[in-house]
Structures are given as structure tokens and as C-alpha cells.
């Protein structure tokens, strides 16, 4: 019988932070942009005002996801073992992105 779950943890070749994603964005759109760091309890706070615009610039789920590092922690099988190998992000990002640079694809 092979009915337990077989749980699969995906993720990328690589570990970043939230700071070190912005900049790779930030860089791959051309733009510089101030990044600072808010403390959780400021951006709850503003996540309870913020969730309410017509699309919200933060919510209160994503700043409590954000305490959590979601990463791959090796206690279950990964891409390796479906036989996929992952590519990061540097690779992907400009087929998707390009368009929010200035000018767009031709930017």
C-alpha cells in the first residue's frame, strides 16, 4: 500500500535573504532604490491599514510570513531526487521581469 504522503521540499540552488532579493531585482529592472530595514512591529502595524487598499501593499499574513525563513531544510526529498535540477534566480529573473524596467524589454 502506498498511501503515506511523500513529502518534496523545492526550492532553488541558492539561500538568500529578503534584503539580497530586492537588490538582485532592483538591479535586474535598473533602478535604485533606498532599501531600509522595518521592525516587524511597525510593519504589523502598517499591514492593518495597508490590506485595505484596493491592492494592498502589505497585509498582516505576509509580515508574519516574513518571521519565517523559508528555505529547504534537508529533512525531505528535493528537486534532486525528481530528477530536476534548480537554477537560480540570476537565470530566471530577466524573462520574467524585464518589463518593470524603465522603457520595458528594450530598456
Known amino acids: ?6 513529502i518534496y521540499e523545492l526550492g532553488g540552488p541558492e539561500n538568500y535573504s529578503f534584503k539580497e532579493l530586492m537588490e538582485i531585482l532592483l538591479k535586474e529592472i535598473k533602478k535604485k532604490r533606498l532599501l531600509i ?6 510593519a504589523k502595524f502598517q499591514s492593518h491599514f495597508l490590506q485595505f487598499m484596493p491592492n494592498p501593499l502589505l497585509t498582516p499574513d505576509q509580515v508574519e510570513m516574513l518571521k519565517y525563513n523559508n528555505i529547504v531544510s534537508g529533512q525531505y526529498s528535493t528537486l534532486k ?5 534548480g537554477k537560480t534566480i540570476e537565470t530566471i529573473l530577466p524573462k ?12
Not at 500500500?1 to 511523500?6: D, I, L, T
Not at 531526487?81 to 535540477?85: A, R
Open 96 to 107: 520574467y521581469i524585464y518589463r518593470f524596467r524603465t522603457g520595458g524589454e528594450f530598456g
Open 1 to 6: 500500500n502506498n498511501s503515506k504522503p511523500k
Open 81 to 85: 531526487d525528481l530528477g530536476i535540477t
Open 37 to 42: 530595514s522595518v521592525p516587524f512591529g511597525l
